[in-house]
């Protein structure tokens, strides 16, 4: 029998008059890579928190590993990576440095030292965050996350912006990880990285779920060929 690793069930969430996240219903097996799709305030990032306990949600019911991502917090903070934005980094700190502060939070870490060779970023271990291309602060992004030796890592657009030979290095590195047994919750644009990565898929607009199972059983319900265009033709070409 399968683990359920991530569940909401009917879950609300609103600002105000705006309701960002409408009954939506997600399950997450262990060692999946699911995708959570959906145009540019869909309800996605403020899905992710009401997973992750930041935000409190109005309605429904939250499990992350089993927990009470509220009650237990502290618990769940050993367990769970979540990306780091990168504008969250303090100015003048050197990658060795942010990797041994994050190091330090966690009761049973991975060795950095020598996963920082597997993410090619061994030389730049003196470097300043601010002087790493796009794709090494990437991958100095998942780094961090996974550094607690996490069950879940949450990543949010992690691959926007970067060249194709970065990309395709993280995915690599992302799918080496789940190799290992980590489950992958993401959220995405590039519907390439969709179709390379993610074992199921949920679409996302205006906080209700439009559709959800593996990529293949959504291009098939699209009626068209690739993921790009069955978002395109799901979603709807307004929103982008």
């Known amino acids: 029998m399968k683990e359920t690793v991530i569940e909401t069930r009917g879950i609300v969430k609103s600002f105000g008059r705006k309701t960002a996240v409408n009954q939506l219903d997600i399950t997450v097996e ?87 060779a597997t993410f090619r970023l061994e030389e730049k271990r003196h470097t300043q965050i601010s002087d790493l291309s796009g794709g090494e602060r990437q991958k100095l992004c998942i780094l961090l996350a996974m550094m607690g030796n996490p069950d879940v890592l949450f990543l949010d657009e992690l691959t926007t912006g970067l060249d194709p030979v970065a990309r395709r290095d993280i995915w690599h590195t992302l799918t080496q990880l789940n190799n290992q047994g980590v489950t992958i919750f993401l959220t995405s644009h590039d519907m390439n990285e969709v179709e390379h990565l993610c074992n199921r898929i949920l679409l996302l607009r205006d906080g209700k779920e439009q559709i959800s199972g593996t990529v293949q059983d959504v291009i098939q319900a699209s009626g068209q060929q690739n993921m790009e265009d069955a978002f395109l033709t799901l979603i709807g070409e307004e929103w982008q």
């Open 30 to 116: 262990k060692g999946e890579i699911f995708g959570l799709l959906g145009h540019n305030g869909a309800g996605k990032s403020t899905t992710i928190d009401c997973i992750l306990g930041t935000q409190k949600i109005d309605a429904g019911s939250v499990s992350l590993l089993g927990q009470n991502p509220l009650r237990n917090r502290k618990t769940l903070f050993q367990r769970v990576g979540v990306q780091f934005q990168q504008s969250a980094f303090q100015n003048g700190l050197k990658v060795s440095e942010i990797c041994a502060i994050t190091h330090s939070l966690y009761n049973n870490p991975i060795n950095w030292q020598e996963w920082i």
